[in-house]
C-alpha cells in the first residue's frame, strides 16, 4: 500500500528544475518529510546506464522510436526498483523529470504518435501517475540561455529552437488536459518567485 506522495518536476531546459528541487527538498525536510530525490531518464543502475546511451554524442543517430523505448525501459525499472518500494515505506518522492517528458520530448519534440506513447504508459505505468507535477514554464530561448555557460551539450541538448518550442507546447497542453494533477508554474522571474509558486502548491498537496 502506497503511503508516500509521489511529486515530479519537469520543464524545457533551464526551467528551473535542479534549482527548485533543492528548494522543495528543504521545505519537505522542515516538516519532517522523508523525501527521496531521483530522475529521469535514470534513477536506477541500469536506468543509469541507459541514460548515458539515450544522452551520449557518440552514438549514432538514433531511431525515435528506439529513444522512446528506451525511455519506457529505464522507466519500468525506475517505477518498480525505486519508486513504488520508497512510496511503500512512506517515503517521499521527488523525481527530475517523468512520464510527461516523454509526451513533450517523444511526443512534441520528436512528433513521434502520441497513441504509442499512450500505449506504452498503459503497459509500462498501468495508471501509476504522480500525485503532483510542477511543471516549470518558461520561454525556450531564455532556458537556454540561463543553462548556455554549462559547456558541452547532450545528445537531446542539441537539437534545435523549434524542437524545444515544441516539447514545451506539449508541456502546457499536457497541463490543461490534466489540470488537477499538473501544476503550470511561470518560473520566467526570479528563483524566490517560482518558490513561491511551489510553496503554495504543496501546502495544499
Ligand atoms: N528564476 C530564475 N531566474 C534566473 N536564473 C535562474 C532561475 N532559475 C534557475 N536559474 C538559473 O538557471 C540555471 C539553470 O537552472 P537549473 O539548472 O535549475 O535548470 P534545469 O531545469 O534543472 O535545467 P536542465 O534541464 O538543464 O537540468 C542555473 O544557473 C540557475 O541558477
Ligand atoms: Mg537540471
Known amino acids: 500500500m502506497?503511503?508516500?506522495?509521489?511529486?515530479?518536476?519537469?520543464?524545457?531546459?533551464g526551467a528551473g528544475k535542479s534549482t527548485q528541487i533543492s528548494f522543495i527538498g528543504?521545505?519537505?525536510?522542515?516538516?519532517?518529510?522523508?523525501?527521496?530525490?531521483?530522475?529521469e531518464p535514470g534513477g536506477t543502475d541500469l536506468?543509469?546506464?541507459?541514460?548515458?546511451?539515450?544522452?551520449?554524442?557518440?552514438t549514432q543517430a538514433m531511431q525515435g522510436n528506439s529513444e522512446l523505448l528506451l525511455m519506457f525501459a529505464?522507466?519500468?525499472?525506475?517505477?518498480?526498483?525505486?519508486?513504488?518500494?520508497?512510496?511503500?515505506?512512506?517515503?517521499?518522492?521527488?523525481?527530475?523529470?517523468?512520464t510527461d517528458a516523454s509526451y513533450a520530448y517523444q511526443g512534441g519534440g520528436r512528433q513521434l504518435d502520441i497513441e504509442r506513447i499512450e500505449q506504452l504508459e498503459q503497459w509500462?505505468?498501468?495508471?501509476?501517475?504522480?500525485?503532483?507535477?510542477?511543471?516549470?514554464?518558461?520561454p525556450v530561448k531564455q532556458g537556454m540561455l540561463r543553462v548556455e555557460s554549462r559547456g558541452s551539450k547532450d545528445r537531446i541538448e542539441l537539437?534545435?529552437?523549434?524542437?524545444?518550442?515544441?516539447?514545451?507546447?506539449a508541456y502546457i497542453a499536457r497541463a490543461e488536459k490534466y489540470p488537477q494533477r499538473i501544476k503550470l508554474i511561470d518560473s520566467s522571474k526570479t528563483k524566490a518567485h517560482t518558490s513561491a509558486q511551489i510553496a503554495q502548491m504543496l501546502a495544499n498537496l
Open 2 to 13: 502506497k503511503k508516500g506522495k509521489f511529486i515530479t518536476i519537469d520543464g524545457v531546459e
Open 26 to 39: 528543504d521545505y519537505l525536510q522542515a516538516k519532517g518529510i522523508n523525501l527521496i530525490l531521483t530522475r
Open 47 to 58: 536506468g543509469e546506464k541507459i541514460r548515458q546511451l539515450l544522452l551520449s554524442t557518440n
Open 74 to 98: 529505464a522507466r519500468n525499472e525506475h517505477i518498480h526498483q525505486k519508486i513504488i518500494p520508497a512510496l511503500e515505506r512512506g517515503d517521499w518522492v521527488l523525481s527530475d523529470r517523468f
Open 124 to 138: 509500462v505505468l498501468q495508471g501509476f501517475v504522480p500525485d503532483m507535477t510542477l511543471l516549470l514554464d518558461v
Open 159 to 169: 537539437e534545435a529552437v523549434d524542437f524545444f518550442e515544441r516539447v514545451r507546447q
